[in-house]
């Protein structure tokens, strides 16, 4: 919907829990000049009363939002949004979900890069299934970059994850595919790209972390407990 000058609109949210249970929230009034980057916020306080957790995955919400004129006039329905309430943290050296200490175990998933037919969202479900099975709970997305080419589309591999229950963490850009030795280098495109993951990644609950710059920052067998401090370099 193209926002008029002098006019006055509002937001309208209604969201819906798995359980049928339907909160609605409205924005205050605001005009076109309060737009950021073509965008308006709304915020609310809430708390659904149960979390999307890697055992309890079907507890996810519905969003719609509607946009209308100061009075009622509806301009504007965006499709529906599935999320889910979830907080991950890090304290030292555990990790934490809903509040609970958690363990990890974690594996690449190159879905994405076999072929279509396995980055859909059946195969993608098999795929978390099996790997739950034998105590997988967390995987990192295995595009190493985001060159032509380099992977399918997340959007189906994200839903199975919601879904089946599984972490993952969405490989960002790797920064070796950028030049950064230039004066404009802050336009070399990186920023774009990770915009776009950031999106793909969107209101997933499965998606708790980022990772980046694959096999850039470490040095081979850093995760051997021989060379875990790094001072061997044969």
């Known amino acids: 919907e193209q926002l008029a000058s002098n006019t006055r609109y509002e937001l309208h949210a209604r969201v819906v829990e798995n359980d049928g249970t339907t ?9 076109k000049y309060e737009l950021q980057d073509g965008r308006y916020s709304l915020t609310q306080n809430w708390l659904p ?18 946009l209308t004129r100061q009075g009622g006039q509806l301009l504007d329905v ?10 991950f943290w890090i304290d030292g050296k555990d990790f934490y979900l809903n509040g ?13 890069q076999i072929g ?9 479900c098999e795929s978390f299934r099996r790997l739950k099975s034998f105590g997988i709970n967390f995987v990192y997305t295995h595009n190493y970059g985001c060159q032509p080419g380099s992977h399918l589309s997340f959007a189906e591999i994200l839903q199975a994850a919601d879904d089946i229950g599984v972490l993952v963490a969405l490989s960002q850009p790797h ?55 790094g001072l061997d370099d044969p």
């Open 116 to 124: 279509a037919f396995h980055a859909g969202y059946e195969q993608a």
């Open 49 to 66: 009363d149960h979390l999307w957790d890697i055992h309890t995955p079907e507890n996810t919400c519905t969003a719609t939002l509607s």
């Open 175 to 229: 920064f070796s595919h950028y030049e950064w030795s230039e004066e404009d280098a802050a336009n070399n495109g990186y920023a774009r790209h990770a915009a776009f993951y950031v999106a793909a990644a969107g209101n997933h609950p499965s998606v708790v972390a980022y990772s980046m710059n694959h096999n850039a920052c470490g040095y081979a067998e850093d995760m051997n407990p021989d060379s875990i401090d």
């Open 100 to 112: 609970s200490r958690i363990y990890l175990a974690c594996v690449p998933f190159d879905n994405a």
């Open 23 to 31: 909160h609605d929230f409205s924005s205050p009034p605001f005009e």
């Open 78 to 87: 965006a499709l529906d949004t599935r999320f889910g309430f979830r907080e």
